[in-house]
């Protein structure tokens, strides 16, 4: 059987998502702490990938386990199992077919700036010391509605993915 699970995590103490040798991961930590659990080897596949130091407000990552589980028992005991940077909202039951990368239908990504030195933003924004030019900013920002194909900065399907050599943002 396939699950879902959706989580969130504050990413200042792992080195992205994905399992990589010599350095801890969400992906290493919920692996360990579903495999504890359930008392059998478990693989989760995630959604998508996070560099280190990134946070995930709500992530997606299906795993397959051979029987039916009590999903808020398992979120209970995961909640209560994995560190405090790592939660788990809820683990829905899929089609066995259903994958968390590529049935996934959006990604968003923020990126948060502050301008003033503050000791509670300093994990989910970047201070920029320099005055900054609102108007200008907005301007610039006019200039992406105009488009709305960005294909060419995706990964692709295949080796011949558009390149961004006929995108142009113009002046």
Not at 2 to 19: C, D, K, S, V
Not at 27 to 55: F, M, P, Y
């Amino acid at each position: 059987m396939r699950y879902f699970i959706e989580l969130a995590y504050n990413g200042t103490n792992y080195h992205g998502w994905q399992i990589q040798p010599n350095a801890t991961s969400v992906q290493e930590t919920l692996i360990k702490a579903l495999s504890t659990i359930l008392k059998t080897n478990i693989d989760v596949v995630g959604a998508g990938r996070t560099d280190t130091g990134v946070h995930a407000k709500q992530m997606f990552a299906h795993f397959d386990y051979e029987t039916e589980i009590d999903i808020p028992q398992i979120v209970h005991k995961l909640n209560s199992f994995l560190p405090k940077d790592i939660v788990i909202f809820d683990i829905l039951k899929v089609a066995n077919t259903a994958h968390a990368r590529f049935d996934a239908t959006k990604r968003t990504y923020e990126y948060h700036i502050h301008t003033i030195k503050d000791a509670f933003q300093n994990e989910a924004s970047y201070q920029f010391q320099l005055p900054l030019d609102i108007d200008k900013m907005n301007e610039a920002c006019q200039i992406l509605f105009r488009h709305t194909d960005f294909e060419c900065f995706s990964k692709g399907l295949f080796n011949n993915a558009p390149k961004c050599s006929s995108f142009s943002f113009g002046k």
